[in-house]
């Protein structure tokens, strides 16, 4: 029996744009909420979100309940960590501070199973093979694996073209804040010199037959990309909603007239 196929995966595959959110409040519920809205992917925040192994598993298992496939980012590049990812039964990936072409094909091997990569062989104990349900893991996991490296510093727009084409590398995925600190505007996203960055890099992974993936917090920003050609985008996060419409509803209840 061979591993499910990843939607996401088969969707870019497709020429479909998959839309979903950022998950970082670090709970299940959240996760839950997201995966019924209609979004195509959740992604779970294992960089800068209060988030552990289980933690992130139940949130998986949440996510399980809607329609949306679950993705998630590991906190750092190392193959120990990618290994428990996967293992969760996560077949997308986003690894972030990719600089490198050495890097990113580090990356690719962490997340394919001999001989392709390294990635250690004990699916029988692993949610991604069911317990042991799915005997086939080792040889039909490899290409359900769907792998974005992030670009996030000045070094990584300059070795864009050599990451985007490591092979095993679906898609490059662009963080904007950091490339807006690393270019000595942080904050500043909006930046005439981070969002050429970003355009630039648009081109050159698409000249690579690459996907771009990105996330931006705001509708307008988020048309933008999607009109430069954005493939895998998330529309903000659950944490930035929740505190924007509690904010919202505190200034309503100022706003009421006193007894």
């Given at each position: 029996?061979p ?20 998950i970082a409040?670090?709970?299940p519920?959240?996760a839950?909420?997201a ?6 992917f ?9 988030n ?8 998986v298992?949440?996510?399980g309940?809607?329609?949306a ?17 996967l293992?969760l ?22 997340t394919?199973?001999?001989?392709e ?20 893991v ?10 974005f ?29 950091d ?24 081109e ?14 705001d ?14 985008v ?26």
């Amino acid at each position: 029996m061979p591993v499910p196929s990843n939607p996401i995966k088969a969707g870019l595959d497709a020429g479909k744009r998959q839309m979903g959110l950022w998950i970082a409040l670090g709970h299940p519920t959240s996760a839950e909420i997201a995966s019924k809205a209609g979004f195509d992917f959740c992604l779970i925040d294992g960089e800068h979100a209060p988030n552990d192994i289980p933690l992130v598993l139940e949130q998986v298992r949440a996510i399980g309940c809607g329609t949306a496939a679950a993705a998630a980012r590991v906190p750092v590049g190392e193959t120990w960590i990618i290994k428990q990812y996967l293992d969760l039964g996560i077949q997308t990936l986003v690894v972030p501070m990719i600089d490198t072409p050495e890097q990113a094909r580090e990356t690719v091997r962490a997340t394919r199973y001999p001989p392709e990569g390294n990635r250690g062989v004990g699916a029988a104990m692993a949610r991604a093979s069911n317990f042991g349900e799915i005997a086939d893991v080792a040889t039909t996991a490899n290409g359900e694996i769907c792998l974005f490296v992030q670009t996030e510093s000045k070094a990584s727009v300059a070795n864009i073209d050599a990451i985007a084409a490591v092979e095993g590398v679906d898609g490059v995925f662009i963080g904007p804040a950091d490339l807006a600190a690393d270019m000595g505007v942080p904050g500043q996203t909006g930046h005439p010199d981070v969002q050429a960055a970003v355009k630039h890099c648009f081109e050159r992974i698409h000249a690579a037959g690459k996907k771009v993936g990105i996330i931006a917090f705001d509708e307008r920003q988020v048309r933008a990309y999607v009109d430069n050609g954005a493939d895998f985008v998330a529309v903000g996060g659950d944490t930035a909603l929740l505190g924007k419409a509690i904010r919202e509803a505190a200034a309503f209840a100022d706003e009421l007239p006193g007894l």
